[in-house]
C-alpha cells in the first residue's frame, strides 16, 4: 500500500512476551524492508496504566526511553529473534541514546556469565545485535552525542517530533546547532538525515556544494 514502514504499540500475537508466534510479522516486514517501530514500550495485559499527572509523571517521561525500552530490546535480542531473521530492522522511537554504551556492556557482560544456566544461546554478544538490527533515535540527548562513537553513528536519528508538544519547533535547527557544534558534518548528516533515507528506503538528494547529501 506504499507504507515504508510499520509501528507496533503490543506484540503482534497478543501475548504479554514476545513468542515464536511474533515471527511471521517480523519476518514479512524484513522481506518487504519494513523496518518496525517501538515508541519506548509494549502494551502488556499484565501491566498498570502508567500515571500521566503529579509528581510522577515528569519522571515517567524523563526517564522512560531507558527505563522501559531496554528491557524490550533485549527481549527481542535474547529470544534469537535476530539470528532467525537477520535482516529485521527495529527503531526505538525516542528512547534517547545516552544509556546505550553501559546497556551494551553489562548486558554483554551478564549474557556471558549466565548463558549457561540461563538457557539463553545466541550466535554473538548481545551488543552486536544491537549494532546490526537497531535504530535508536532522541530529541535532545548531548550525553548521547558525546558517546556517539561508543553507541555507532550510523545506529542513531535525530528526530523532530513535530507538530507534537515535545518537540523543538520552531527552533530546530538552532537546537540541532547547538547539541552537535563539534559533530563533523559526515557524522552529523548521518544521524541527522542518512540514517532514515537508507532504513526507509527514500531517494537522496545531493547539494552539489555540499561534501555530503542533504
Given at each position: 500500500?506504499?507504507?515504508?514502514?510499520?509501528?507496533?504499540?503490543?506484540?503482534?500475537?497478543?501475548n504479554?512476551?514476545?513468542?515464536?508466534?511474533?515471527?511471521?510479522?517480523?519476518?514479512?516486514a524484513?522481506?518487504?524492508?519494513?523496518?518496525?517501530?517501538?515508541?519506548?514500550?509494549?502494551?502488556?495485559?499484565r501491566?498498570?496504566?502508567?500515571?500521566i499527572?503529579g509528581?510522577?509523571?515528569?519522571a515517567g517521561?524523563?526517564?522512560?526511553?531507558?527505563?522501559?525500552?531496554?528491557?524490550?530490546?533485549?527481549?527481542?535480542?535474547?529470544?534469537?529473534?535476530?539470528?532467525?531473521?537477520?535482516k529485521l530492522?527495529?527503531?526505538?522511537?525516542?528512547t534517547?541514546?545516552?544509556?546505550?554504551?553501559?546497556?551494551?556492556?553489562?548486558v554483554?557482560?551478564?549474557?556471558?556469565r549466565?548463558?549457561?544456566?540461563?538457557?539463553?544461546?545466541?550466535?554473538?554478544?548481545?551488543?552486536?545485535?544491537?549494532?546490526?538490527?537497531?535504530?535508536?533515535?532522541?530529541?535532545?540527548?548531548?550525553?548521547?552525542?558525546?558517546?556517539?562513537?561508543?553507541?555507532?553513528?550510523?545506529?542513531?536519528?535525530?528526530?523532530?517530533?513535530?507538530?507534537?508538544?515535545?518537540?523543538?519547533?520552531?527552533?530546530?535547527?538552532?537546537i540541532?546547532?547547538?547539541t552537535m557544534?563539534?559533530?563533523?558534518?559526515?557524522?552529523?548528516?548521518?544521524?541527522c538525515?542518512?540514517?532514515?533515507?537508507?532504513l526507509?528506503?527514500?531517494?537522496?538528494?545531493?547539494?552539489?556544494?555540499?561534501?555530503?547529501?542533504?
Amino acid at each position: 500500500m506504499g507504507a515504508r514502514g510499520t509501528i507496533i504499540t503490543a506484540w503482534p500475537s497478543g501475548n504479554d512476551d514476545v513468542t515464536a508466534e511474533d515471527d511471521d510479522f517480523f519476518a514479512a516486514a524484513a522481506d518487504m524492508k519494513m523496518p518496525v517501530s517501538i515508541h519506548i514500550n509494549i502494551q502488556r495485559k499484565r501491566n498498570a496504566k502508567p500515571s500521566i499527572e503529579g509528581p510522577a509523571a515528569i519522571a515517567g517521561m524523563a526517564l522512560g526511553g531507558f527505563l522501559n525500552f531496554p528491557p524490550i530490546m533485549f527481549e527481542l535480542i535474547m529470544g534469537g529473534l535476530f539470528d532467525r531473521i537477520p535482516k529485521l530492522q527495529i527503531i526505538g522511537v525516542e528512547t534517547e541514546i545516552g544509556w546505550i554504551p553501559e546497556a551494551l556492556e553489562q548486558v554483554d557482560n551478564f549474557y556471558w556469565r549466565n548463558r549457561a544456566h540461563t538457557g539463553v544461546d545466541i550466535r554473538h554478544l548481545p551488543s552486536h545485535y544491537f549494532r546490526s538490527n537497531f535504530t535508536c533515535t532522541f530529541i535532545q540527548d548531548r550525553t548521547g552525542i558525546r558517546n556517539r562513537h561508543a553507541i555507532g553513528i550510523r545506529n542513531i536519528a535525530w528526530s523532530t517530533d513535530y507538530p507534537h508538544h515535545g518537540c523543538d519547533w520552531p527552533y530546530s535547527r538552532k537546537i540541532v546547532e547547538e547539541t552537535m557544534m563539534d559533530v563533523p558534518a559526515d557524522e552529523r548528516y548521518w544521524i541527522c538525515a542518512g540514517n532514515m533515507v537508507e532504513l526507509y528506503g527514500l531517494p537522496r538528494i545531493y547539494d552539489a556544494n555540499a561534501a555530503t547529501p542533504t
